[in-house]
């Protein structure tokens, strides 16, 4: 017969430290001295304790054993992995080696599933046996097993008894957001988002980070394999070329890198160019918009993450950038894909590009462009959300003639927007700019939170032909039948007879 009682953590101490030990002595039985503090009933038979084989109910608030590193490590500044080395007692049930397959997947829900940590170890005391780590969230006790799980564990003849093991943890075993949870002061927020650019781990800490930044840059790099540089942004993307500066936290000063999205590879300069991973399903979206044989004009193209795959669905190319390094990066990576021969590069003023090379192209093209059996659609790309809107003004009356009907480009324009209503924000800045309304006649599509309440959106219309063509109004009147008379008041009674 077993009697279970209850302690509160006091008097189980006591109980511990006092008869419990007596008794345990007497049997020749051994405890740890590091029990941990939420194992706080023991089962006790014939007035002596057999084992250690119950715990209190769980509490996530306490649990601080196996999720958290040592509370010695808070407030460090110099990354010493020793100091994250602690002892934890999980339970286990001990089974024979030749089962342990058998019955593992009945134990799926029960399991300790922590990455880095085994679920079977060796029993050191006998080879015959193996201790299978059981999670300490849901197993509290015997009583703990689901009932199918203790069918399984019956047919096997596999004792209930739980057992307790000691497991010496370390930084390896630690996720980064735990270590460093850990380590920045209480209340504080964790930084454990960041963008990776092939090698490159690049981050926006806060300022109260600041002080613990190349701990963090260490962490980061330890805890994601291939990292070999952690850099921080120290300032916010200003100036003409859409690059910022930055500080190497950890690792090595190799920016340049190489990335592959969407099945295209990209090789760049991360410090002197922009690239943003964030935006891969972005440029697959446009990318499906388009058909074999369409012209596209890539304004601000960068290093070509819309060009290029544009031009190996066989589309033709022009792009253009102002920055030096990413016209250079442009011309390499078209190299690199093999499109070369598709895509035309240039090196200036989005404005300047869209007021020549753009407009000279699409004359050349107008015949062919506008004819009705043309299925050849025409996209022009416009991503620079800071200041593309703004461009816009420039295809007002940009050609003379009025039959580009069937050959009205699409425009696809990226703008932020921190309005409460971003889309119809977006929507008006793009009508002032085009002096017309695209009510009905524009789609707009959310791109992402950029921080809170600053949108990234993207809006696409077809420029309309009253905006595109100059005397657009005056050609159209011109084409049609004049008006018919107005009649006098006398010829109106006169045409509709007698009443």
């Known amino acids: ?281 972005e440029h697959s979206r446009i990318v499906g918009l388009l058909n074999s044989g369409d012209l596209v004009y890539d304004v601000f193209a960068g290093v070509g993450p819309f060009a290029i795959p544009a031009a190996k669905k066989n589309c033709r190319v022009m792009a253009n950038d102002l920055n030096p390094e990413s016209y250079k990066w442009l011309v390499h990576n078209c190299k690199l894909n093999k499109v070369d021969n598709k895509v035309q590069s240039f090196n200036m003023d989005g404005r300047n590009f869209l007021l020549g090379p753009v407009k000279e192209d699409f004359i050349k093209q107008v015949e062919i462009l506008s004819s009705k059996e043309n299925k050849t659609s025409i996209h022009i790309i416009m991503n620079l959300p800071g200041l593309a809107i703004e461009f816009l003004d420039v295809f007002r009356q940009l050609f003379e003639k009025q039959n580009l009907v069937n050959a009205l480009p699409t425009v696809h324009c990226y703008s932020f927007s921190k309005s409460n209503e971003p889309a119809k924000d977006i929507q008006r800045r793009a009508e002032d700019f085009l002096r017309t309304s695209l009510e009905g006649r524009c789609s707009i599509h959310l791109v992402r939170n950029v921080a809170p309440n600053k949108e990234m959106l993207c809006i696409s219309f077809k420029v309309p032909a009253e905006v595109l063509c100059k005397n657009y109004f005056a050609e159209r009147d011109n084409t049609e039948e004049p008006a018919p008379k107005r009649l006098r008041p006398d010829e109106v009674t006169a045409s509709e007879g007698p009443q």
């Not at 006998?126 to 009583?143: N, V």
């Open 1 to 281: 017969m077993r009697i279970l009682l209850f302690f509160t953590k006091s008097w189980a101490n006591t109980v511990l430290s006092v008869s419990t030990k007596k008794l345990a002595t007497r049997q020749q039985l051994h405890f740890t001295s590091a029990l941990p503090q939420y194992f706080s009933s023991h089962c006790i038979s014939k007035g002596f304790v057999t084992e250690l084989d119950t715990m209190s109910a769980y509490n996530p608030e306490e649990d601080v054993n196996l999720y958290t590193p040592p509370t010695t490590v808070r407030g460090i500044t110099e990354l010493n992995r020793d100091l994250f080395r602690k002892n934890v007692a999980l339970p286990a049930l001990k089974v024979k080696k030749d089962i342990v397959n058998k019955i593992m997947k009945s134990l799926k829900n029960s399991a300790l599933k922590r990455p880095g940590l085994k679920r079977v170890i060796e029993d050191s005391k006998d080879e015959m046996y193996r201790f299978i780590l059981l999670d300490p969230c849901k197993i509290s006790c015997t009583e703990s097993f689901q009932a199918s799980e203790k069918a399984v564990l019956k047919e096997y003849n596999v004792d209930l008894q739980i057992h307790m093991y000691h497991l010496e943890m370390t930084y390896e075993h630690f996720k980064p957001e735990e270590i460093l949870k850990a380590i920045l002061p209480e209340g504080q927020d964790v930084t454990s988002g960041f963008s990776r650019v092939g090698h490159i781990v690049h981050m926006n800490l806060r300022d109260h980070q600041l002080p613990y930044k190349y701990l963090i840059g260490q962490v980061i790099m330890d805890k994601n394999p291939g990292v070999t540089s952690v850099v921080n942004k120290t300032n916010i993307i200003d100036n003409t070329y859409r690059n910022f500066q930055m500080e190497v936290l950890a690792g090595e000063d190799n920016m340049i890198t190489k990335v592959k999205e969407n099945n295209i590879t990209y090789e760049f300069d991360f410090s002197k160019v922009y690239w943003n991973p964030r935006l891969s399903t």
